[in-house]
């Protein structure tokens, strides 16, 4: 029985009305007649779900119990569409991994490819798009995975890193979040997945991909960690799909790579300034220094989530030819076990941040604001801190 089946005639509870709760709204108007559609925006224990057969949750709201009544975006299209669907999740890089797959597809796949999810648009959007030839591009964040029963045909499972522990609390809820991308695959499909990613029980065919490849690529973008991106898109185009791996590659050549992540802003009296701003755990802040030529000055620092900030601690205190700005509850977190240090520095603000970076930054240096911190209560989102940063890097 196909969603559309499904859902004609049920009485349906849309809770959220975001972007995917207004999603989920204008596709049943389009594509279904159910016998009722109501809204509800309260929390689950004010939620009356007796009158309903199905309960659609936008991602982000927290329930801890199954229920098979309770159902989502990404359920309800994989449902429909798991055949055709690549879906890719990850601690980081899985926007990255999404796009470049995307581009390679549009270059070597003769028929129709869609590029949505976590990154752009929510599923429901493109249901009634689909076509026998069309590959799904599916960036899945965990929020999205964490109560779905169905699995993507191919699934790649980049990295796991501490992430989201003021939502999931535990490191292992969190991997059994994300582990349903897998967890409801077949003996025919496909899991491409790091090696730093805890092994799973799946039935699909298992490919372990290195954490470190050799190949360049020939990328635009910077960083050891995009060429592993690249290694996933590559294999998942050549090794699973089998269209050429030669112009796999060379499709990559002008991928430009994406905002926020190690993009270069400008050069201001000799400094090169990089905003990294999805950097939101300490490995991708390590990364960003190690892949931006000259680097010189990180600006680090946004909420604190509880998350672990020892690697840090630790690279900090063995890499003295970096200057290191600390800011706000996260930033004050990780200074006051580093402050000894000559080459470290606290300032409250970002803004405050970049001209202490002016200050202590040479010409022919680079800047990069790497936070290792998520940006709510300071930014409505990492997107935004970004772009402040552009903006102060020009005003300062």
Known sequence: MGVVDKLEGKRILIWGYGREGQSTKHFLTRCCKPAAVDIFEGKKEDLDDSSYDYVIKSPGIRMDEDDPKYTSQTELFLEEYRDRVIGVTGTKGKSTTSSMLNHVLTRVYPGQTILLGNIGEPCLNYFDEITPDTIVVFEMSCHQLAHVRVSPHIAIFLNLHEEHLDYYDTYENYFAA???????????????????????????????????????????????????????????????????????????????????????????????????????????????????????????????????????????????????????????????????????????????????????????????????????????????????????????
Do not use: W
């Open 178 to 396: 994300k582990r349903h991308i897998t967890e409801y695959q077949t003996e025919d499909d496909y899991l491409l997945v790091g090696e730093n990613v805890p092994e799973i029980s799946t039935r699909a065919k298992v490919i372990r991909m290195p954490d470190t490849v050799n190949e360049d690529f020939g990328l635009k973008v910077l960083g050891k960690h995009n060429a592993c991106n690249a290694n996933f898109a590559v294999e998942a185009v050549s090794g699973i799909l089998g269209y050429d791996r030669k112009e796999s590659v060379n499709a990559l050549h002008d991928f430009e790579g994406l905002p926020h992540r190690l993009s270069f802003i400008g050069e201001i009296d000799g400094i090169k300034y990089y905003d990294d701003s999805i950097s939101t755990i300490p490995e991708a802040t390590i990364q960003a220094l190690e892949s931006v030529p000259d680097a010189y000055t990180v600006l680090i620092g946004g909420m604190d989530r509880g998350i672990n900030y020892d690697i840090l601690v630790d690279y900090v205190r063995e890499h003295p030819e970096f200057r290191y700005i600390f800011s706000y509850d996260s930033g004050g977190r990780i200074y006051d076990q580093v402050c000894n240090l000559s080459y470290t520095y606290y300032e409250k603000t970002l803004e405050l941040a970049v001209k202490q970076a002016r200050k202590i930054t040479p010409a022919g240096k680079a800047c990069i604001l790497s936070p290792a911190s998520a940006s709510y209560g300071y930014f409505k989102n990492f997107e935004q801190r970004g772009e402040m940063f552009s903006e102060y890097v020009k005003l300062v």
